[in-house]
T-cell receptor
Framework: GAGVSQSPSNKVTEKGKDVELRCDPI?????LYWYRQSLGQGLEFLIY????????KSGLPSDRFSAERTGGSVSTLTIQRTQQEDSAVYLC???????????FGQGTRLTVV | AQSVAQPEDQVNVAEGNPLTVKCTYS??????LFWYVQYPNRGLQFLLK??????LVKGSYGFEAEFNKSQTSFHLKKPSALVSDSALYFC??????????????FGKGTMLLVSP
């Protein structure tokens, strides 16, 4: 596609439920990032995929959070047993390599009620 | 560990006046530096980057930034602000490091408000 695509754009879920957020990066981009942006806050790094290397998971806030990237393309961020503090906009970005800028998707707004 | 600091939560400037949004960074090696802008209810858009070469880089919408290695700064500037420049601005850094790759770390953002 022309840009980074994220789905769904909005997700409302009940506390305790699991959710999956999807990211389709720009074709050919080897790097893929997930960030979280809470209301009025900056971007919190979650996880980073680079090619076939082991992902950098250092930003995942708890073991309820996990992500995978299949075939070096589409990525899924899974949040298990969601909590109200998980409510935020989840942003995905991709880049050609480390010297190129990252292109961001429009994000998924997650609301846990 | 790499980090970025944007010391101002908000910058206010009158239309037509020059603007500066400050950013300082900390990395172990030579940094790759980026500025992004986020308009209300929209995704982040890339403005400009410094990888190597000239310390003054020019980007979209008339913005520019100067890389200062001694001061570890990468301040965003524009000679004449527009009301439409009002948005949230993020500075970001990547340290290529010895492994050849690393993640992109963002500052907490600075809200720019340009008054008519």
């Amino acid at each position: 596609g022309a840009g980074v695509s994220q789905s769904p754009s909005n997700k409302v879920t009940e506390k305790g439920k699991d959710v999956e957020l999807r990211c389709d990066p720009i074709s050919g981009h080897t790097a893929l990032y997930w960030y979280r942006q809470s209301l009025g806050q900056g971007l919190e790094f979650l996880i980073y995929f680079q090619g076939n290397s082991a992902p950098d998971k250092s930003g995942l806030p708890s073991d309820r959070f996990s992500a995978e990237r299949t075939g070096g393309s589409v990525s899924t961020l899974t949040i298990q047993r969601t909590q109200q503090e998980d409510s935020a906009v989840y942003l995905c970005a991709s880049s050609r390599d480390r010297s190129f800028q990252a292109f961001f998707g429009q994000g998924t707004r997650l609301t846990v009620v | 560990a790499q980090s970025v600091a944007q010391p101002e939560d908000q910058v206010n400037v009158a239309e037509g006046n020059p603007l500066t949004v400050k950013c300082t960074y900390s990395v172990s090696g030579n940094p790759y530096l980026f500025w992004y802008v986020q308009y209300p209810n929209r995704g982040l858009q890339f403005l400009l980057k410094y990888i190597t070469g000239d310390n003054l880089v020019k980007g979209s919408y008339g913005f520019e930034a100067e890389f200062n290695k001694s001061q570890t700064s990468f301040h965003l500037k524009k000679p004449s602000a527009l009301v439409s420049d009002s948005a949230l601005y993020f500075c970001a850094v990547r340290d290529p490091g010895t492994s050849g790759y690393s993640t992109l770390t963002f500052g907490k953002g600075t809200m720019l408000l340009v008054s008519p």
